[in-house]
């Protein structure tokens, strides 16, 4: 079993910064991918970014690039998710997953482990 706990969400103004943090306990954090997910009221959940288990691999969903950047420290069991020039569209319940999948996993369905969600707003 992991145990993934989210943190860093808030409210910002559009163009503003967040970090997000996400806390890993339980079976061996250094061997999972990990990655970031957001769901929007009414919307489905969304890829938005993962990490592979050495941090060598990253990948980003469209709406993201070049804004988003997902990191992770294994000594700390932590992965994190620095969004900057938010834009009123990222607002969203984001959560962190992890997976045993290698590659390039961005389906809800191939992710093993979920956190509760960390709420994001911005507005303009």
């Known amino acids: 079993q992991v145990q993934l706990v989210e943190s860093g969400g808030g409210s910002v103004q559009a163009g503003g910064s967040l970090r997000l943090s996400c806390a890993a306990s339980g079976r061996t954090f250094s061997r999972d991918g990990m990655g970031w997910f957001r769901q929007a009221p009414g919307k489905e959940r969304e890829f938005v970014a993962l990490?592979?288990?050495?941090?060598?691999?990253?990948y980003y969903g469209d709406s993201v690039k070049g804004r988003f950047t997902i990191s992770r420290d294994n000594a700390k069991n932590t992965v994190y998710l620095q969004m900057n020039s938010l834009k009123p569209e990222d607002t969203a319940v984001y959560y962190c997953?992890?997976?045993?999948?290698?590659?390039?996993?961005?389906?809800?369905?191939?992710?093993?482990?979920w956190g509760q969600g960390t709420q994001v707003t911005v507005s303009s």
């Open positions: 990490i592979s288990w050495s941090g060598v691999t990253t």
């Open positions: 997953a992890a997976t045993i999948r290698r590659g390039y996993p961005t389906r809800v369905d191939e992710y093993d482990y």
